[in-house]
């Protein structure tokens, strides 16, 4: 008999969930159409702070196993899984103050939905058929409460029964969203309800041709149509070249994170400040770490414009766009995501991020800019994807639906600059 175990990161613990997952996880998606990641990538995933992970182990392995996963002496080639899939927590961006009678503010309350984002969902090829997807979706979707401390939880970090876990009464229900579906799991989400709300189109070109974007400029004498872009940060890695040295990854400064993951929070309506802090950490010494570049695009203030001597010329400039580039590892590839702000500055903010990228010193295909791909997954904006295709030369690759539970789009309460996503998981 097939069960789930859930896997939370409780606060304190000395087992991160990606050291307690990833090997597991890398061998199930090896057998998988996931099989392109690996370890970098699951502790990309699992690394972030906002991630519930649902796995079922082989029928073969007994209860004992299971509970040995993520001990120090737990072998991970004695425990193996039929199946897996990842929730994604996201809480809203929105809070105001609450009132008293007597007038007073004592306090907040949240004005938007909570959300719980799922994907990865895998199934080994001899475990297809059973129900096991089925299976995982239901545990995961109805587990909206794992503060059951004192019921049925196991002693090991973060590991309790799925089955055991209450969901808990809550004022405003938990959005239950699917940010893109593979077509390979669109019937087992629709059979539960879930419904397109949304368009995810994957593109992607080589660092050389994305250097290369032709931007146009309508207007030369009037500052507006000129969009300047800053980068910050650093892909560099502490092996690729032999002068780097403990800094030579680019830290980003505090007051950039803190504009990203203010724009992320008005972008998408969601508290992201984990997972972008996670992106932007940047540390030198963790070759296995994940190296992001931050990129800002700016444009002169139409109000402002021309009236100010050139010593007020940065105070009139207003931020219309940020992105993200990361890699997960040397060799891999580069993602774009987040991707946000008014869609004018979305192929200024890929050609500067291509442009920032240092590639190392090294004699194989990781030095050579026209086979190392950029991507980047557009959600909606039909008309920047033709602008992509069109005017950057990107190859649309796949495109599927982003799905909810409850028939309203996935960032109903952003602002609507929402462009890139971060990671089909992630959203």
Not at 94 to 108: L, N, R, V
Request: contains cysteine; glycine residues 10%; proline residues 4%.
């Amino acid at each position: 008999m097939v069960n789930v175990v859930s896997y939370t990161q409780k606060a304190g613990s000395m087992i991160s969930l990606s050291t307690t997952l990833t090997p597991l996880l890398s061998k199930l998606s090896a057998g998988t159409e996931m099989a392109s990641y690996g370890p970098q990538q699951w502790n990309f995933l699992l690394g972030g702070g906002d991630i519930n992970a649902y796995v079922v182990p082989s029928e073969s392995e007994s209860e004992s196993d299971t509970n040995d996963i993520g001990n120090d002496d737990q072998n991970e080639n004695s425990v193996s899984l039929l199946g897996s899939l990842l929730r994604v927590e996201l809480n809203p961006s929105s809070t105001t103050a609450t009132t008293d009678e007597d007038g007073s503010t004592s306090g907040t309350i949240i004005t938007g939905a909570s959300a719980a984002g799922f994907g990865m969902m895998l199934v080994s090829p001899a475990a297809r058929g059973k129900g096991v997807a089925k299976l995982l979706l239901n545990e995961a979707i109805n587990d909206d409460g794992n503060d059951n401390d004192n019921e049925n939880e196991n002693d090991n970090d973060g590991i309790t029964s799925a089955s055991a876990s209450a969901a808990v009464d809550k004022k405003t229900p938990i959005r239950k969203l699917l940010p893109v579906c593979t077509p390979a799991g669109q019937a087992v989400y629709r059979k539960l309800g879930f419904s397109n709300v949304g368009k995810v189109t994957i593109l992607s070109t080589d660092i050389n041709t994305a250097r290369n974007i032709p931007l146009l400029i309508d207007d030369e004498n009037n500052n507006d149509c000129i969009i300047n872009v800053k980068t910050f940060g650093s892909m560099r890695m502490v092996d690729d070249d032999d002068d780097d040295t403990a800094t030579s990854c680019g830290t980003i400064d505090s007051k950039i994170k803190d504009l990203i993951i203010q724009m992320d929070s008005k972008a998408t309506g969601y508290d992201r400040s984990k997972r972008l802090s996670f992106m932007m950490k940047n540390d030198p010494t963790d070759i296995n770490g994940v190296k992001t570049i931050v990129a800002t695009a700016t444009t002169a203030s139409a109000s402002n414009n021309n009236k100010h001597g050139d010593d007020n010329k940065d105070k009139d400039k207003v931020i219309i766009g940020a992105a993200i580039i990361r890699r997960e590892m040397i060799g891999g590839p580069y993602v774009i995501g987040p991707l946000m702000g008014s869609s004018n500055a979305a192929l200024p903010l890929v050609k500067a991020l291509a442009n920032a990228i240092k590639l190392p010193n090294n004699d194989n295909d990781d030095n050579d800019g026209s086979k190392q791909k950029i991507t980047v997954l557009l959600s909606d904006h039909a008309e920047l994807v033709n602008e992509f295709k069109s005017i950057g030369s990107f190859e649309e690759g796949f495109n599927g639906p982003a799905m909810s539970l409850d028939g309203k789009s996935i960032y109903e309460n952003g602002d609507g600059s929402y462009l890139g996503l971060i990671h089909p998981t992630l959203g």
